[in-house]
């Protein structure tokens, strides 16, 4: 039951998250590791039974992400949009870091979080 409360919470955070980065819902289902759109839009809906335990995981990089992100800059605008803007830093090779995290799922997103967590010093 906490799992699953964890879950509807995590999710509607996440939504909301996607939402201020303007990441496609095709971008969100890559970042949870889900491929199927009805499974995506009934999370979005708020139906949390049976959400994997890596989705979890993968909402709790997320939501470090943003908030490592918002303590490095100043100002929201900013924040909200560095995941889309190329970036320059050997990681990225040039390319935004939702492309890193989208392609690459947990690993992706472990990486982003660990190159954020190194800028705070």
């Known amino acids: ?14 939504f909301r998250i996607c939402e201020q ?9 890559s970042l949870l590791g889900c491929e199927d759109r009805r499974t995506l839009d009934s999370w979005r809906r708020g139906d949390c ?4 335990g890596d989705v979890l995981i993968r909402i709790s990089y997320v ?16 924040a909200d949009g560095w995941i889309m803007r190329p970036n320059s830093a050997p990681l990225f090779a040039g390319r935004p870091a939702i492309d890193l995290m989208a392609k690459e799922g947990i690993d992706g997103l472990a990486a982003v979080r660990e190159y954020l967590d190194a800028q705070l010093g």
């Open 1 to 14: 039951m906490i799992e699953q409360e964890l879950a509807g919470s995590g999710l509607r955070t996440f």
């Open 21 to 29: 980065w303007r990441i496609s819902p095709d971008q969100q289902g």
């Open 49 to 52: 039974a049976g959400v994997p």
């Open 63 to 78: 939501l470090g992400i943003y908030k490592t992100l918002h303590t490095i800059f100043p100002n929201e605008l900013q």
